[in-house]
């Protein structure tokens, strides 16, 4: 059984605004994330980290079939919301057997990525499915729960590329060219909104 992790906690600081509440085709960027997790495999099992800007984030996802974990040292970075989101899914389900980290920043994932993650993974023997993108491997990645302990030890700004770094014999990519496309700065967002 796999979960799947939206992890939504940060400041969005080079944007100016919070990136979680971003419209774009109807639906902000975390509710679309939400949503492609709850109609994908994973709908059981889905934790969504907040952290910064809490407060008017959660208002708009309050309603959804997921479990909201607030992150209170989301300042510490990426590691921290991670760790939270593991311990999270392993008090909903303790026999969890791997984990999606996904951002909400990245609006062209879908159910069937998430799919072949999984997929890619019951084929193998590998403990790491990364997507690969621009020359990049990244989010989302699917972690073996064998993973869970380094994840759990993650700390400051360091995220799932130190593990697909650490480990590179065992990741297996899944192409996802779109993955290129995240929403950073104001720029991006209008480039999306002109596609």
Known sequence: MTGLIILAAGSS???GTPK???????QTLLQRAIQTALTSVCSENVVV???????????????Q??????????QEGLSSSIRLGIQELLKIEPNISSAILML???PFVDPLLIYQLIEKKAESDHGI???AYRNTLGVPVLFDASYFPQLLMLQGKE??????????????????????????????YEQLGGR
């Open 13 to 15: 600081s080079r944007l």
């Open 20 to 26: 979680q509440n971003l419209v774009y085709q109807g």
């Open 49 to 63: 980290v907040l952290g910064a800007n809490e407060n008017v984030i959660r208002p708009g996802i309050s309603d």
């Open 65 to 74: 079939l997921i479990h909201i974990a607030y992150n209170s040292e989301w």
């Open 104 to 106: 909400c920043d990245q």
């Open 129 to 131: 499915i990364a997507c």
């Open 159 to 188: 995220g799932a590329k130190k593990l697909i770094k650490t480990f590179p014999n065992d990741v297996l990519s899944v192409g996802f060219p779109m993955g290129a496309i995240d929403i950073d700065t104001m720029e991006d």
